[in-house]
């Protein structure tokens, strides 16, 4: 008989990158409401293990926050071994570590007959540190985990990798070519490792979140000086069909589903959770 409910899930590890981001703290928090233990990996120490404290008082359920780099295999080995010795096993994967940066956008939305004498303001100005680091980030900082804590699901026989892709893996917003072809590439990704690891007990999905207002898209977003949004924050509010931003909380649904056993025959998809961004045609 089937199982409606996500009991499941007590007493599972889950490791998350970018863990103590916006997002990621949203996860956590629902996965510890859940009973899964989590160990929350970031770049910032301090934060990862002040949340990991706060998880623990909160929901009663064990936590660790642990300094990683998604890009350095061999500090994610390091950090596979202490989650190993504190938790024993890991059950879960979010990759979560992300993110966009002003060093891979271009100022100009496109080029035009008009422009055409501010060529650096658009593609050809792209400063190539600034794009690899964005796409780096992205795609082997979803890549490099799952090969380090992938090795260990496969060796037990089950778990679940969730990679957290975006609405701009479909339909490349202008200005950030490096976000979108990465999490493009993270579409790709999922689908193939999804392939490979079918017959081993592990599932491989993502999640593809609409238009979240995060500390990485801020800028693009929001006008600091007035608190408005900006030009380009309100065409994107005019073409999601719920009229406004996705909350964190509002991917923790479909996180539970794909991370528990109600969804044990579903490995290789991108959900989108979008407010409706996806059916919308523009008029």
């Given at each position: 008989m089937a199982n409606y409910n996500f009991d499941d899930l007590k007493g599972k590890v889950c490791v998350i990158t970018g863990g103590a981001g916006i997002i990621g703290t949203s996860m956590v928090k629902v996965l510890a409401a859940a009973g899964v233990k989590t160990a929350i990996l970031d770049?910032?120490?301090?934060?990862a293990r002040s949340l990991a404290d706060e998880i623990t008082k909160e929901f009663g359920t064990e936590s660790e926050g642990i300094e990683s780099n998604v890009l350095d295999k061999e500090d994610l080995i390091k950090s596979r071994e202490e989650v190993?010795?504190?938790?024993?096993?890991?059950?879960?994967?979010i990759n979560g570590a992300g993110g966009n940066s002003p060093e891979a956008t271009t100022q100009l939305e496109e080029l035009t007959g008009e422009t055409k004498d501010m060529m650096e303001e658009g593609f050809f100005g792209l400063k190539m540190e600034g794009f690899k680091k964005v796409f780096d980030l992205n795609f082997i900082g979803?890549?490099?985990?799952?090969?380090?804590?992938?090795?260990?699901?496969?060796?037990?026989g089950k778990g679940s990798i969730i990679n957290i892709s975006s609405m701009?893996?479909?339909?490349?917003?202008?200005?950030?070519?490096?976000?979108?072809?990465?999490?493009?590439?993270?579409?790709n990704f999922t689908e193939w490792l999804a392939v490979h690891f079918a017959k081993t007990g592990v599932r491989v999905n993502a999640i593809a979140p609409g238009f979240f207002l995060t500390n990485q898209n801020r800028?693009?977003?929001?006008?600091?000086?007035?608190?408005?949004?900006?030009?380009?924050?309100?065409?994107?509010?005019?073409?999601?069909?719920?009229?406004?931003?996705?909350?964190?909380?509002?991917?923790?649904?479909?996180?539970?589903?794909?991370?528990?056993?109600?969804?044990?025959?579903v490995t290789g998809i991108v959900i989108p959770v979008d407010g409706g961004y996806s059916a919308f045609g523009g008029v």
């Amino acid at each position: 008989m089937a199982n409606y409910n996500f009991d499941d899930l007590k007493g599972k590890v889950c490791v998350i990158t970018g863990g103590a981001g916006i997002i990621g703290t949203s996860m956590v928090k629902v996965l510890a409401a859940a009973g899964v233990k989590t160990a929350i990996l970031d770049l910032r120490e301090e934060v990862a293990r002040s949340l990991a404290d706060e998880i623990t008082k909160e929901f009663g359920t064990e936590s660790e926050g642990i300094e990683s780099n998604v890009l350095d295999k061999e500090d994610l080995i390091k950090s596979r071994e202490e989650v190993l010795r504190k938790f024993g096993k890991i059950d879960i994967l979010i990759n979560g570590a992300g993110g966009n940066s002003p060093e891979a956008t271009t100022q100009l939305e496109e080029l035009t007959g008009e422009t055409k004498d501010m060529m650096e303001e658009g593609f050809f100005g792209l400063k190539m540190e600034g794009f690899k680091k964005v796409f780096d980030l992205n795609f082997i900082g979803t890549l490099l985990p799952s090969m380090v804590f992938g090795e260990e699901m496969v060796k037990n026989g089950k778990g679940s990798i969730i990679n957290i892709s975006s609405m701009n893996s479909y339909k490349p917003l202008t200005k950030i070519p490096a976000y979108s072809a990465a999490k493009s590439a993270v579409n790709n990704f999922t689908e193939w490792l999804a392939v490979h690891f079918a017959k081993t007990g592990v599932r491989v999905n993502a999640i593809a979140p609409g238009f979240f207002l995060t500390n990485q898209n801020r800028f693009l977003l929001m006008d600091e000086s007035s608190g408005n949004l900006t030009e380009r924050g309100n065409k994107i509010i005019s073409n999601t069909p719920m009229g406004k931003f996705g909350e964190p909380e509002d991917l923790q649904g479909t996180l539970l589903y794909l991370v528990s056993d109600i969804s044990a025959f579903v490995t290789g998809i991108v959900i989108p959770v979008d407010g409706g961004y996806s059916a919308f045609g523009g008029v």
